[in-house]
């Protein structure tokens, strides 16, 4: 498919991919759950007629604005980065993955951007409700292009809906709404916003906390903290359950990414699920390369694995070396070296049509065609593991497993803390104590760095627990790069580096500076 | 339903829509034109503070349209998505540079602690206003002019040239290109100031603004038309082969008249406007220059796409340049798509309520001073 891959370009465009996405992922969190915070303040202002709430709203109205408009700035970068550094990706999938980018513009941005400018220069030219409506409209605009880019990028996780075209050499949709409402993309969706929304409730009990802390604005921090908390505490528990839901998913798509995520080498029944753990490389090498990582210490709780993937403990949870020299034959889970195999048989096959068609053998072509692309057991058996073609062992397809385990580790530690810190903020509101206890004030503004790194940590289980594929198990990242000179992609990242790192100390210079100033009178 | 429209029908159905995107998208950047003046045509720091808070309330239309443009592209035309931003690298990456630093700068230009400096900003403001218009021209004239790619058997592209994109530069017809989208967005930028902002000293300013502009418009537009009608354009023959022909662009407007009445149209629509604001001092010539100009770029696109002819021609290997055939989408999802872009005229009407309510009041130097969401 490709002749000489540059495994310098690869890793830099890979780079300046997770460069963008990570710096993206900054700002949009707070984007989605700061829009449904304010909005619900409006609503209370509206109501009420106190304008207290509308100094509140408006406060956290100007933190919006300047997270909003560097959210705006790093996401156009990636929708473009597919074409600029991922052409033969965007040519092989684009049937079915430029179609949620677009829709994503025409339904969702559009609703965003128009009634943002409402949001914040409507105040003294439309009337209230129109005000109010043009509020909640950026909250569901917001959200609504989330929805669109993760059924994206769940498409990438789990490919389905589609049916490979050997004569155009990509993959067609053929079931828009399977490709809707993949499993993947409903866990994704629902798992992302809720995280949004909890990332949004963390920096509002944080930021109230610190002027609480400086003994200002105590009426406005406490409602403030007050929403929050009720609001994080509901998207918390939302979160923890899709996460749930998300794990069982992953451990049938994406089998490999969810050993890795539990560093789990040799798989068993009644497997239990590591609650903490501390990984070393040992000696030992899975095949040749890559070396096995053992715990030096683990808590472990029994058999809640078994249970989380398959609802009992009797359920077979297969470790990495199962899955490279077996598979999992309960869950019709082919060994790697078996979907290698196959999947050289399908590039073969995609060969020989080729072969057949620059030869003008359109007999042959069509023999091919009928015989095998026109089958389903040929697309079932055979073309759905193309991407193993590309791999030289089966070591490839393993992540790595220490970035995986650690990642999500720390991204499920910290939402639980999370948890326990919306009841305790809702507990001590309630009981009046919230000012006498310093301590909580101060963990809820230390929270704030935590819950951007939990965020992060969530981004980089997905993204690097998939690896090496772009598009599972058909695509592998090395396939899909751009045929760019590695130079011109090392030009670029620093230039984004430098750029989005400027950006990022203006916008956090800006916020420290708003928040110290306060609410406005 | 479905079976009844054609695939054919589908892939020119999505080359008008892409068109219009383009075109609202070349109107819009009227945002873009007026920020490549901030630092020429205000008098003072209140006249700059009024033309970024004018500009500024549209900047997001821009860029989302921007963004849909795109994304319509890759869903509509994937190949054309793989090809040109896989392959003229630099200037799309350059494109985009541009237009990073402008999302920040109108937020951020006068905020306190905004660690760059405020004039920094305004520097963002000017580099996305004048370099993005001019980029995304002469990216544009590449539609007639050609680019150096090839396309393997699995419609890999490999770009001919080191200078992935860069050499546009060197063709004298994307240039004209390119410098009239930078002065007919300066144009259209100091039209809608003209409209918007309620301050004398400003208006005189801008009207003295708009003939220079207007003029340079008008004369690399003309090169620029004038060239690719007289050249020859990228024809698709009966066997599906890509030919040369003499006068392709021409033939294609005077086959096609509608597209010939529209271009015409909105070429006496874009003079009327400037006519009206300049020797009859109207203010409200943005309408005028901007439904020309949408018609004038909606015609030129389907000029570019339409009549069997490559909307993406390969100066390197012509067999592998693009047609609207060779790189759309597959039935089912222009089909879908389809479906999805009925919601536009939606789209549109909820623009044009909200557009109404914010501007309903001009903006004068004493707003500037109310304590509101200032830029």
């Known amino acids: 498919m490709i002749g000489n891959i540059d495994l310098s370009l690869v890793d830099w465009s890979r780079a300046q991919f997770a460069l963008t996405a990570m710096y993206h992922w900054l700002f949009v969190p707070l984007t989605l759950g700061l829009s449904f915070i304010i909005a619900i303040m409006e609503t209370i202002y509206v109501k009420t007629g106190n304008e207290e709430w509308k100094r509140m709203t408006r406060f956290w109205m100007t933190l919006f604005g300047i997270n909003f408009a560097i959210g705006v700035a790093t996401g156009i970068i990636l929708e473009f980065e597919f074409g600029t ?95 809707l409402f993949n499993p993947v993309a409903v866990d994704k969706f629902l798992h992302t916003i809720f995280s949004g929304f909890l990332l949004a409730s963390v920096f509002v009990v944080g930021v109230s906390s610190w002027f609480i802390i400086k003994k200002r604005e105590e009426w406005l921090s406490k409602r403030s903290i007050l929403i929050a908390s009720v609001f994080g505490l509901l998207s918390s528990l939302m979160v923890a359950f899709t996460g749930d839901t998300s794990a069982r998913t992953i451990a049938q798509v994406q089998p490999v990414k969810f050993a890795a995520m539990e560093a789990l080498y040799t ?19 899975l095949i040749t390369d890559k070396a096995v990582n053992n715990f030096v210490m683990k808590i472990r709780i029994p058999g809640l694995l078994s249970v989380m993937t398959g609802g009992s403990r009797d359920v077979f949870v297969p470790g990495i070396k199962d899955l490279i020299h077996y598979g999992d034959t309960t869950r019709n889970i082919l060994s790697i070296p078996e979907m290698m195999e196959r999947g050289r048989f399908a590039r073969e096959v995609l060969d020989d049509y080729k072969r057949a068609r620059m030869l003008n053998d359109n007999e042959q072509a069509d023999i091919i065609r009928n015989d095998y692309f026109r089958t389903r057991s040929f697309l079932e058996e055979n073309f759905r593991y193309f991407g193993y073609a590309f ?27 999370f948890i326990l810190l919306f009841i305790l903020a809702i507990f001590m509101l309630f009981r009046g104590t919230l000012q006498k206890n310093k301590w909580f004030l101060w963990l809820a503004l230390l ?75 | 339903m479905t079976e009844m429209i054609s695939y054919i029908f589908l892939q020119h159905y999505w080359w008008v829509i892409i068109s219009l995107l383009a075109s609202l998208l070349v109107f819009l950047m009227f945002v873009q034109g007026g920020q490549s003046m901030i630092f020429s045509l205000p008098a003072g720091e209140s006249q700059k503070t009024m033309i970024v808070n004018t500009l500024g309330r549209k900047w997001e239309f821009t860029f989302t349209t921007l963004v849909t443009f795109g994304g319509a592209f890759f869903a509509s035309f994937p190949l054309f998505y793989a090809t040109s931003f896989g392959g003229a690298y630099w200037v799309w990456i350059a494109i985009l540079f541009s237009f990073i630093i402008q999302a920040v700068a109108f937020e951020y230009r ?80 100091i039209l809608y100031i003209i409209n ?28 620029f038309l004038v060239s690719i009608l007289l050249s020859k354009g990228f024809a698709v023959a009966e066997n599906g082969d890509i030919v040369l022909e003499k006068f392709k662009y021409l033939h294609n407007l005077l086959q096609m008249p509608v597209v010939l ?115």
């Open chain 2, 261 to 375: 009445i529209l271009l015409l149209a909105g070429v006496c629509s874009v003079l009327w406007g400037l006519f009206t604001s300049i020797f009859r001092g109207k203010r409200d010539s943005i309408w005028y220059t901007g439904a020309g100009t949408i018609a004038v770029v909606f015609s030129l696109f389907l000029t570019a796409g339409f009549n069997n002819t490559a909307f993406y021609p390969s100066l390197f290997d012509l067999k592998s340049s693009l047609t609207l055939s060779k790189a759309a989408s597959s039935k089912f999802t222009l089909t879908t798509m389809m479906y999805v872009s009925f919601i536009i005229p939606f789209v549109v009407a909820y623009i044009w309520y909200a557009w109404k309510s914010i501007n309903n009041k001009k903006i004068t130097r004493d707003e500037m001073m109310e304590d509101g969401h200032i830029y």
């Open chain 2, 196 to 223: 918007s902002v309620e301050d004398g000293d400003l208006l005189v300013r801008s009207r003295r603004k708009l003939i220079f502009n207007s003029i340079a418009f008008l004369a690399f537009f003309l090169i």
């Open chain 1, 85 to 179: 550094n991922w052409s033969s990706y965007s040519w092989f999938v684009g049937d079915i993955f430029g179609a949620p980018l677009a829709i994503e513009g025409i339904l969702a941005f559009f609703l965003e951007s128009t009634f943002v400018a409402v949001m914040f220069f409507g105040w003294n030219k439309v009337s209230k409700k129109f005000h109010l409506a043009s509020t909640w409209l950026v909250a569901v605009g917001a959200n609504l292009s989330a929805l669109w880019i993760l059924v994206a990028n769940a498409w990438m996780q789990n490919p389905v809906g589609m049916v490979f075209n050997p004569e155009t050499a990509r993959n067609e949709m053929v079931n828009f709404w399977a490709v």
């Open chain 1, 391 to 417: 791999l030289n062992s089966p070591e490839d397809a393993i992540p790595n497993v220490a970035v995986a385990f650690y990642s999500f580790h720390l991204m499920v530690m910290l939402g639980f803390f």
């Open chain 2, 110 to 189: 006068s905020k306190p602690s905004n660690v760059l400096g405020k004039k920094t900003f305004d520097i963002f403001l000017y580099i996305n206003g004048a370099a993005g218009p001019f980029l995304i021209g002469t990216a544009v004239a590449t539609f007639f002019t050609g680019s150096y790619f090839s396309l393997n058997y699995m419609n890999q592209v490999d770009w001919a040239t080191p200078f992935h994109g860069l050499e546009a530069l060197l063709d004298g017809r994307n240039l004209a290109l390119g410098l009239a989208v930078l002065f007919l967005a300066k144009t259209n930028g």
């Open chain 1, 267 to 285: 798989g068993s029944k009644d497997a239990g699920l590591v609650a903490v753990g501390v990984l070393k490389k040992s000696d030992e090498k």
């Open chain 1, 447 to 521: 929270s704030i760095p935590l819950v951007y790194i939990c965020s992060e940590a969530g981004w980089v289980t997905a993204e690097m627990g998939r690896q090496p594929w772009i598009i599972q198990d058909m695509m592998p990242v090395s396939v899909a790069v751009s045929q760019l000179s590695p130079g011109s992609v090392i030009t670029t990242f620093i230039l984004f580096a430098v750029l989005f790192t400027a950006l990022l100390a203006a916008e956090v210079s800006i916020m420290i500076r708003q928040i110290k100033s306060g609410p406005k009178h």
